[in-house]
């Protein structure tokens, strides 16, 4: 009775929510300022005293500012967005997600004492169409496939806890297509991100997901047609390129998913760059720190400490009201210090493979548990994930956030105390040989990770 009578109350709400939502968008070409300002009462009466007046009062400062990046993108949004997906968009990230989600799953850490996560990262398949230099997913082949029942698990257990948000990855993911619109049809209620190399998105597809609503894609793609192909293999910059212009025309929301190397850092950064993903249609960016996985890790990627102080002063001048470039990038490594250092095992995101295995990182390819055997709950409480719940943050320098890369001996002990075993489907990697790659790195950056965070506090 009482699961009924949440699941009733939870409807009803939703509803509530669809009628607001649906009020202020209807109205909100007439008159955003006052349509987003009601949106910052709604979300005040929501939360209530868990954040000060003063946040509050910034948010509005922000939705009055005529200069605000936040807002000139939304902006954006309402503009080019096809409605379906920008009111589905609201009302599950912005009410589910973030509203209702966040307030679960805070209340969920007080009970379970364990870390739940705001979203959660799955791989439908190993399978992948392409075989980029330095990535781990193109040899696997079609090796592992979470079933159906498999994702559906997933993600009704994760709404139990309070998950809105949840990303694909692979594998390319779209290689289970068919399996993948079922499942948000099913699941209407959360929103989905996936990552793909965009080679198999086609009219098809693209008119069930304006259908739909619950979809975004992030678009893997590296600088220039040279930088781009030389990593991702000839023709693949000009099929992004198309696909762009396809989820555009729409007026489906997407980003881009950008691993920044020693060889494409500046161009994956530059003004043309970034206007031209802008022109394209995108509207944010995942930027993502190449890491030195597997045994036959190509380590001369990995960016000098001179490239990574560039690239953490890039993204914030994009981020500034100094550019005027309508894209909002996110750096996954560098912007740790903004959410308290490391995010992963299930502190704010942790990850399943294709063969079930929930890793605490997409980057960290060792478990202790998975999901054929164990709920998400019992995964989260598990050693390992018990572990990085203990050890967070793993530096006081959030510039320097992960228990691999920078902080190699944390993830050494991690493994070894809890017994977790290595996941890559190809070549296991001891532990050991893993984290042997980052000393150096970890030693070369960390004179400067102090010298910028010194900077800053």
Same mark, same amino acid.
């Given at each position: 009775?009482?699961?009924?009578?949440?699941?009733?109350?939870?409807?009803?709400?939703?509803?509530?929510?669809?009628?607001?939502?649906?009020?202020?968008?209807?109205?909100?070409?007439?008159?955003?300022?006052?349509?987003?300002?009601?949106?910052?009462?709604?979300?005040?009466?929501?939360?209530?005293?868990?954040?000060?007046?003063?946040?509050?009062?910034?948010?509005? +400062? @922000?939705?009055?500012?005529?200069?605000? %990046?936040?807002? !000139?993108?939304?902006?954006?949004?309402?503009? &080019?967005?096809? =409605?379906?997906?920008?009111?589905?968009?609201?009302?599950?990230?912005?009410?589910?997600?973030?509203?209702?989600?966040?307030?679960?799953?805070?209340?969920?850490?007080?009970?379970?004492?364990?870390?739940?996560?705001?979203?959660?990262?799955?791989?439908?398949?190993?399978?992948?169409?392409?075989?980029?230099?330095?990535?781990?997913?193109?040899?696997?082949?079609?090796?592992?496939?979470?079933?159906?029942?498999?994702?559906?698990?997933?993600?009704?257990?994760?709404?139990?806890?309070?998950?809105?948000?949840?990303?694909?990855?692979?594998?390319?993911?779209?290689?289970?297509?068919?399996?993948?619109?079922?499942?948000?049809?099913?699941?209407?209620?959360?929103?989905?991100?996936?990552?793909?190399?965009?080679?198999?998105?086609? +009219? @098809?597809?693209?008119?069930?997901?304006? %259908?739909?609503? !619950?979809?975004?894609?992030?678009?893997?793609? &590296?600088?220039? =047609?040279?930088?781009?192909?030389?990593?991702?293999?000839?023709?693949?910059?000009?099929?992004?390129?198309?696909?762009?212009?396809?989820?555009?025309?729409?007026?489906?929301?997407?980003?881009?998913?950008?691993?920044?190397?020693?060889?494409?850092?500046?161009?994956?950064?530059?003004?043309?760059?970034?206007?031209?993903?802008?022109?394209?249609?995108?509207?944010?960016?995942?930027?993502?720190?190449?890491?030195?996985?597997?045994?036959?890790?190509?380590?001369?990627?990995?960016?000098?400490?001179?490239?990574?102080?560039?690239?953490?002063?890039?993204?914030?001048?994009?981020?500034?009201?100094?550019?005027?470039?309508?894209?909002?990038?996110?750096?996954?490594?560098?912007?740790?210090?903004?959410?308290?250092?490391?995010?992963?095992?299930?502190?704010?995101?942790?990850?399943?493979?294709?063969?079930?295995?929930?890793?605490?990182?997409?980057?960290?390819?060792?478990?202790?548990?998975?999901?054929?055997?164990?709920?998400?709950?019992?995964?989260?409480?598990?050693?390992?994930?018990?572990?990085?719940?203990?050890?967070?943050?793993?530096?006081?320098?959030?510039?320097?956030?992960?228990?691999?890369?920078?902080?190699?001996?944390?993830?050494?002990?991690?493994?070894?105390?809890?017994?977790?075993?290595?996941?890559?489907?190809?070549?296991?990697?001891?532990?050991?040989?893993?984290?042997?790659?980052?000393?150096?790195?970890?030693?070369?950056?960390?004179?400067?990770?102090?010298?910028?965070?010194?900077?800053?506090?």
């Amino acid at each position: 009775m009482g699961n009924s009578v949440n699941k009733l109350s939870h409807s009803m709400q939703r509803k509530a929510a669809a009628a607001l939502i649906d009020g202020i968008l209807n109205k909100v070409d007439k008159n955003r300022e006052d349509s987003f300002l009601k949106i910052a009462d709604m979300a005040e009466q929501f939360w209530g005293n868990e954040y000060s007046k003063d946040t509050y009062e910034k948010v509005r +400062e @922000e939705i009055r500012n005529p200069d605000s %990046r936040w807002m !000139n993108m939304i902006s954006h949004i309402l503009d &080019e967005i096809n =409605p379906n997906v920008v009111r589905t968009t609201f009302l599950n990230l912005g009410y589910e997600a973030f509203f209702r989600g966040t307030k679960m799953i805070r209340k969920n850490r007080e009970i379970y004492k364990c870390n739940i996560p705001w979203l959660i990262l799955f791989d439908p398949t190993s399978a992948c169409n392409m075989h980029c230099a330095g990535c781990w997913a193109g040899t696997y082949g079609n090796k592992h496939n979470l079933s159906f029942d498999d994702m559906d698990k997933i993600i009704t257990q994760g709404k139990e806890l309070g998950v809105y948000l949840y990303m694909l990855t692979g594998g390319e993911p779209l290689v289970r297509k068919k399996d993948i619109l079922k499942l948000a049809e099913k699941h209407y209620d959360v929103q989905f991100a996936i990552y793909t190399n965009s080679t198999l998105i086609d +009219e @098809e597809l693209c008119m069930e997901v304006t %259908r739909l609503g !619950n979809i975004a894609f992030l678009l893997s793609i &590296e600088g220039t =047609p040279d930088t781009n192909d030389a990593r991702r293999g000839s023709g693949h910059y000009d099929s992004v390129m198309k696909t762009m212009d396809l989820l555009k025309n729409h007026g489906i929301l997407f980003g881009t998913s950008i691993c920044y190397t020693s060889q494409n850092i500046e161009a994956v950064t530059s003004d043309e760059f970034l206007t031209m993903l802008s022109d394209k249609g995108a509207k944010f960016g995942f930027y993502f720190h190449y890491m030195p996985i597997g045994n036959k890790a190509v380590t001369e990627l990995l960016p000098t400490p001179e490239q990574r102080k560039y690239m953490i002063e890039r993204i914030r001048y994009i981020r500034s009201d100094k550019c005027n470039i309508p894209f909002y990038p996110m750096d996954f490594q560098n912007d740790g210090e903004y959410v308290g250092g490391c995010i992963a095992g299930g502190r704010n995101y942790f990850h399943i493979n294709s063969a079930g295995d929930a890793e605490p990182c997409v980057f960290i390819h060792y478990s202790d548990s998975n999901i054929h055997s164990s709920s998400i709950l019992e995964i989260l409480q598990s050693p390992l994930f018990m572990a990085y719940h203990k050890g967070q943050p793993f530096n006081e320098n959030h510039l320097m956030p992960c228990p691999m890369l920078e902080n190699p001996e944390a993830l050494e002990r991690m493994v070894n105390e809890t017994g977790a075993k290595s996941t890559d489907l190809e070549s296991p990697e001891t532990v050991e040989h893993l984290c042997e790659k980052c000393l150096s790195y970890s030693d070369c950056w960390k004179p400067e990770a102090e010298k910028i965070w010194k900077g800053r506090n």
